[in-house]
Structure formats: C-alpha cells, structure tokens
C-alpha cells in the first residue's frame, strides 16, 4: 500500500483528497494544526476503510512545523508516494490594508513551505523513481489580484519548473488550481460569501477526483472545470493593464467580503 501525506488535512480540499485516498486504499499522513480534529478524521478514515491514518500536528507557519513535516517526508523506512501540499489561507483586506506580519506568513505558509516540503519530497521520490506532489494553488494565479493571487502564482509557476527538472525521473509535480470551492477557507479569514453567485462554487471531492485523474495523465497544471477553464481563456484576450482593473473591480464585486 502507497502512502500519501496531505497538509490542511482537517477541512476542505484537503479532507476531500483524505476521503478519496483512503478509500482508494492508500495509507495516509495527515498534517495540521488541530491534534483533536486530527485525531477524529484518522479514527474515521481508518474504521471505514481499513487504512492506517498517521497524525502530524505541524503550524506550517512557523519554522518548527515545516521541519517537522520535512523530517516525516525524507524517512527512508516509511516513504511517502504523494504529497498534497494543501495548507494554506486567505486574509481579509486589500493591499496595504492587512498587516506585514499577517502577509508574510502567507507568504511562509504558501512559497516557503510549499518550496521546502516539495523539495524534501521529491528528493526521496526521485531516489526510488516514482512518486507525486499535488500543489494546490488558485485560479487566483492566473489574474493580477493581491498578495494571495500573487503567492498562488508562485506555486504555479515553482510547480511548472521543477516538473520540468524532474522529467523522466519518476516524479510528477502538479499545480491544482480550483476557483471558488465550498470550504472553511472563507469562514476562517472572515469573509463574507453571500456576493458570489451559486455558479462559481465548486464541490471538493469533485475537484479532488478531477485533480487525481490529471495528475495521473501528466498534466502539470489542473483547472479542475470547465466553466473556470472557459473564464481564464477569455482573461488571456484581454490585455494585461486592463486586466489588473477588471479583476479588482470583479473582486469587489464578487470575491469575498
């Protein structure tokens, strides 16, 4: 049985990619900051579907978290197939609105970590020739939109680029970009969700099921729809200044408040 490590297990995308593994039979590692939580969805996974659930309570925002999930990645005697770099956060507040500490650990939770646990990953995986890492990024990385936007543009491109290194070798790197996906993301940043029309929503385990079959196919990049897959060619006409003006005007309009 293959093994696969997901971050921001608890809730969201990354409980849909736990209820998906684990009832394909892949035993799992499950990273967050919420030991209880934890606990509760380990229990679950493994009474319904007979796999082994491993608890790491890790703060990716903090240095002591992602070297404890480094460290987890890089054991030789209990490797990890997949990782699902999953964690991550929104802040509520237009540039210069949100504190500097607020927006470098976005920063630390979505570039660094993501770089680091990517990398201790892959090494391991590329030593035995097989494996894959799914980073999660946004639809937000496709548009001139804040700090977020701007963080989840790095994962795509940092994904892109290590595939591209590692071709050949085994390991598969994907970025999952989802748009608008029914989650705690919202409620945990304190933002309002009433503005956005019931169209845009997404279902996590669909995204997860879309994500896992591209990831299969090789793709680098999955836009996990095809109504976002539609908006983001039409943004590709538009030309980039007047972009910038649109996206923000549409945020205000649509995004959360």
């Known amino acids: 049985m293959t093994t696969a490590l997901i971050t921001g297990a608890t809730a969201g995308i990354g409980a849909a990619f736990g209820r998906r593994l684990a009832a394909d039979g892949h035993n799992l590692v499950l990273v967050a900051r919420d030991t209880k939580r934890l606990r509760e969805q380990a229990t ?5 579907h007979g796999i082994e659930a491993e608890v790491l309570t890790a703060d990716l925002a903090t240095e002591g978290g ?3 999930v480094e460290k987890r990645l890089a054991d030789p005697r209990n490797p990890v197939d997949l990782l699902v770099n999953n964690a991550g956060f929104g802040n509520k507040g237009r540039y210069l609105e949100v504190s500097m500490a607020d927006e470098l650990t976005m920063l630390k939770v979505h570039c660094e970590a993501v770089l680091r646990l990517t990398s201790a990953a892959a090494a391991s995986m590329r030593e035995r020739g097989r494996g894959g ?3 999660v990024a946004s639809v937000a990385a496709f548009v001139p939109r804040g700090t977020y ?3 989840k543009a790095w994962v795509v491109q940092f994904t892109q680029g290590a595939a591209k290194d ?3 070798s085994g390991v598969r790197l994907m970025a999952l970009c989802p748009g608008f996906v029914r989650t705690e993301f919202h409620q945990r940043a304190g933002m309002g969700t009433d503005n956005i029309p019931s169209w845009m929503w997404l279902d996590a385990d669909k995204v997860v099921a879309t994500a896992l079959a591209d990831l299969a196919r090789g793709k680098q990049v999955s836009i996990p729809d095809a109504r976002y897959k539609t908006l983001l060619g039409a943004a ?3 030309p980039r200044n007047l972009l910038g003006g649109i996206t923000s005007k549409t945020g205000r309009k649509y995004g959360p408040q």
């Not at 679950?44 to 319904?48: F, I, K, S």
């Open 44 to 48: 679950e996974l493994h009474d319904r």
């Open 166 to 168: 590692l071709a050949g």
């Open 133 to 135: 890492v799914v980073n």
């Open 236 to 238: 590709k006409l538009v």
């Open 66 to 68: 992602i070297e404890s």
């Open 149 to 151: 936007g701007a963080s």
